[in-house]
Structure formats: C-alpha cells, structure tokens
C-alpha cells in the first residue's frame, strides 16, 4: 500500500462487529456462569449517573443500585489478525467472556452481600446445621412461586459448603419443617396475588 492510500471502513461494520461481539460475549459468559445465566434481567428507561454509582463512590443516592466494575487486558497477535486465524479470535472472545461472566457474577454476590447486611437480613449459620439455616431462610425471604406452585428458589454456596453437603440429607423432622413452612409461605403468596387483582 502506497502512503498516498488509506484504508477506510464504512461505520456500519464497527457498529455491525461491536453488536456481534456484545452478545457473543454476553450469550457466552451467561452460558459459563450459570447464576450469572439464571439472573433475570429487565430494561429500564432511566437510569442514574454512572459516576453517582462507581463501585468506589461514596454516598450513594441508592445502595440497591450499583456499577460493577470489570476490566480485562486483551492481547491480539498481528500474526493471527493479519492472516485471519479465526480460531485465535474464537479463543479471544471465550476467555473475555469467561473474564466478564466471572466478575460480573462476583460483584453481584458481593452487592447483595452487602444490602443484606446493610439491611439486616443476615442469618449467623456459625456452627449450625446447614438445613435448620436454610428453613430458617425460607421463613424470612420474599419467595414467589410458579404456575405449578413451586418455589422460585435460587440457592448460592460456596465451595467448602458445597463439599461438606456431599451426600447429606435433611432429616424427617427437617423435611417436615420444610414443608410446612413452604405450604404457609404458599398461601401467603396466593393471598397476596388475590389483593393485587381487587379493583
């Protein structure tokens, strides 16, 4: 290429890879993390400032609203880009998107770590049994339920209590606690439906 050329792009294939590679990151790193995947999400027309809600801003106008920061380096080899290896930049955008699903999903746990606590909605489970925690928890939480009348639940552990659950059961007098406590909840949350429909 002489220096008297000038390689140009029309807008509309940046904007065309920018939108591509949006959503095969977002469809991506939603598939890789599934709490991340199970998240249900909602358009909003207006949203505060950005600036108002970094994750290091100091009094907040809400604290249930919050950026998350993510950041991630990309390296590119010219060889790859110059010869077109489409498998190198399959693996670009995998591991972006597993980098972006990975933070995301940690800053989310930890924003509504922190409302709990803020809010007081936290139960000590020091030294306790895992599944007298849990139905104390059900007691407590809002809980919705679907059309079959089963509780939307979405539970969260780490990995040392996912491993120390292995194999372990609720006990009969525990799985009745349960049970009953999820039929109470159920007819709260009918009674609560019936109200909304009233004119």
């Known amino acids: 290429m002489s220096e008297a050329e000038l390689w140009a792009m029309p807008h509309e294939y940046g904007a065309g ?51 998350i920061e993510v950041q991630h380096v ?37 924003h509504i770590s922190e409302i709990c606590e803020a809010s007081g909605q936290v139960i000590k489970a020091d030294g ?21 009348g089963q509780p939307s639940l979405f539970v969260v552990v780490g990995p040392d209590t996912a491993k120390s659950l292995e194999g372990r059961k609720p006990t009969p007098e525990q799985e009745e606690r349960a049970r009953r406590v999820l039929e109470r909840r159920k007819e709260e949350w009918d009674a609560s439906r019936r109200r909304r429909e009233l004119p």
């Open 74 to 110: 990309v390296t590119a080899d010219v060889d790859d880009v110059l010869m077109g290896d489409v498998a190198a930049f399959l693996a670009l955008v995998f591991n972006l998107a597993d980098e972006l699903g990975s933070q995301t999903t940690r800053g989310m746990l930890e």
């Open 17 to 67: 890879a920018a939108r591509w590679m949006d959503n095969a990151m977002d469809s991506i790193s939603r598939e890789l993390h599934p709490i991340l995947g199970a998240v249900r999400r909602e358009r909003v027309a207006d949203l505060p400032r950005p600036d108002d809600h970094s994750p290091d801003a100091a009094g907040m106008a809400s604290p249930l609203y919050r950026g």
């Open 128 to 148: 306790r049994d895992y599944f007298d925690v849990m139905i104390e928890a059900m007691e407590t939480i809002d809980m919705a339920f679907d059309e079959n």
